[in-house]
């Protein structure tokens, strides 16, 4: 069994920074990690940012410039670094893994951006 879990959210003002990690627990092997998502109140779930083998890294028009995403393969851990950070950028981060065809999600980390 593999649980995947969410770090590092917070409540920051606009314009500062935040970086979320995401661990996985139990079972590794053949495991990666390789997208994070967030959700706002209301809205459906969106894609922020992908990494990819070679480390080919791939965001959302909205955050790209300001995130960063990077993954610690040695780790199984993914993170995500959040710049100049919005109010827009609330919203609840998962991350998903991925073990053949099964894909696997954390719980979520609240990110909130205050005006």
């Given amino acids: 069994q593999v649980q995947l879990v969410e770090s590092g959210g917070g409540l920051v003002q606009a314009g500062g920074s935040l970086r979320l990690s ?3 627990s139990g079972s590794r092997f053949g ?12 809205n459906q779930r969106e894609w922020v940012a992908a990494i990819m083998p070679g480390s080919r890294t791939n965001y959302a ?15 199984s851990t993914l993170h995500l670094q959040m710049n100049s950070l ?24 609240q990110v909130t951006v205050s005006s």
């Fill in 22 to 24: 995401c661990a996985a």
């Fill in 31 to 42: 495991l990666v990690i390789t997208d994070w998502y967030r959700q706002a109140p209301g």
């Fill in 61 to 75: 028009d909205s955050v790209k410039g300001r995130f960063t995403i990077s993954r610690d393969n040695a780790e």
């Fill in 86 to 109: 919005k109010p827009e950028d609330t919203a609840v981060y998962y991350c998903k893994g991925w073990r053949g065809d099964f894909e696997y999600w954390g719980q979520g980390t």
